[in-house]
């Protein structure tokens, strides 16, 4: 009944489970439709074109969830039984409070870094005299020139038709000869060391299939900042993929720009 008259609170019960659980994750593990959980925590209300009947079903269904994976460490009274006082309740929704606005946070601060670091990028390119251009394929890049956010296609496996692969910053090197793939750059940050092992898979997956469909040439260069263990940067040499740390901006001239 309380989800039913206050579809917000989702986002908050997300944050009261051992561990806190994405969107996506709470649709999966309690088979719920997509659409009633994105229409409640994005537009704060149930769908409208859902049927009563199913809409209690699937409430349910994100309740029990919620019950069982919820934080006995954060709510001791639901083992215990008793009544909580107002201290523990106090605790409780501080920790869900900082959780929420945390992950709220976090995508943000995501954005901010990698434009930080792009401009990092352009400043150094341009201090060497290459050039910003707006093109749509790798063929059309002239040495000496560099592109932001160019879809490069790509074959994926078991599919007849290409994708686009977004690259984040694209550069042809003054040396380049014609046919030459331009080298790729990845901006990655990372506030804590438990993302990024998450994550490391993606790049993995990118370079496989940017030589599928390029050839084993391609150079993809990680450009970090933030917490990259020796795990997370062992999987990526291991994949064949390199890096360079934002602190030391100028170790991109080994890779002949």
């Known amino acids: 009944a309380a989800l039913r008259e206050h579809p917000s609170v989702l986002p908050m019960l997300r944050m009261a489970t051992a561990p806190p659980?994405?969107?996506?994750r709470l649709i999966?593990?309690?088979q719920?439709?997509?659409?009633?959980?994105?229409?409640?925590?994005?537009?704060?209300?149930?769908?409208?074109?859902?049927?009563?009947?199913?809409t209690e079903a699937e409430l349910e269904k994100i309740c029990r969830l919620i019950m069982r994976l919820a934080d006995v460490d954060i709510f001791p009274w639901l083992q215990s039984g008793a009544s909580p006082n107002e201290s523990e309740v106090y605790r409780a929704a501080t920790i869900v409070a900082d959780r929420?606005?945390?992950?709220?946070?976090?995508?943000?601060?995501?954005?901010?870094?990698?434009?930080?670091q792009l401009a990092t990028i352009q400043v150094w390119l341009e201090r060497r005299s290459y050039a910003p251009v707006?093109?749509?394929?790798?063929?059309?890049?002239?040495?000496?020139?560099?592109t932001f956010r160019l879809n490069a296609p790509v074959t994926?496996?078991?599919?007849?038709?290409q994708v686009n692969l977004p690259i984040d910053v694209v550069v042809m090197p003054k040396r380049a000869i014609s046919g030459e793939i331009p080298l790729l750059l990845e901006a990655k940050s990372a506030g804590d060391f438990t993302n990024v092992n998450k994550r490391r898979k993606e790049e993995a997956v990118k370079?496989?299939?940017?030589?599928?469909?390029?050839?084993s040439g391609v150079r993809f260069v990680l450009f970090l900042c933030g917490y990259f263990d020796s795990g997370y940067l062992g999987y990526e040499a291991a994949e064949g993929i390199d890096w360079v740390w934002e602190h030391r901006t100028d170790d991109l001239a080994e890779f002949g720009l």
């Open 21 to 24: 659980i994405a969107r996506d």
């Open 28 to 30: 999966g593990l309690a």
């Open 32 to 54: 719920v439709t997509p659409s009633l959980v994105r229409s409640m925590e994005l537009k704060e209300r149930l769908p409208p074109r859902m049927d009563d009947a199913q």
């Open 100 to 116: 929420l606005c945390g992950a709220m946070a976090d995508p943000v601060i995501r954005n901010a870094q990698e434009q930080r």
């Open 134 to 146: 707006t093109v749509s394929a790798f063929d059309e890049m002239q040495p000496g020139t560099f």
């Open 156 to 161: 994926q496996e078991g599919r007849a038709r």
């Open 207 to 215: 370079i496989a299939q940017l030589r599928s469909t390029y050839g």
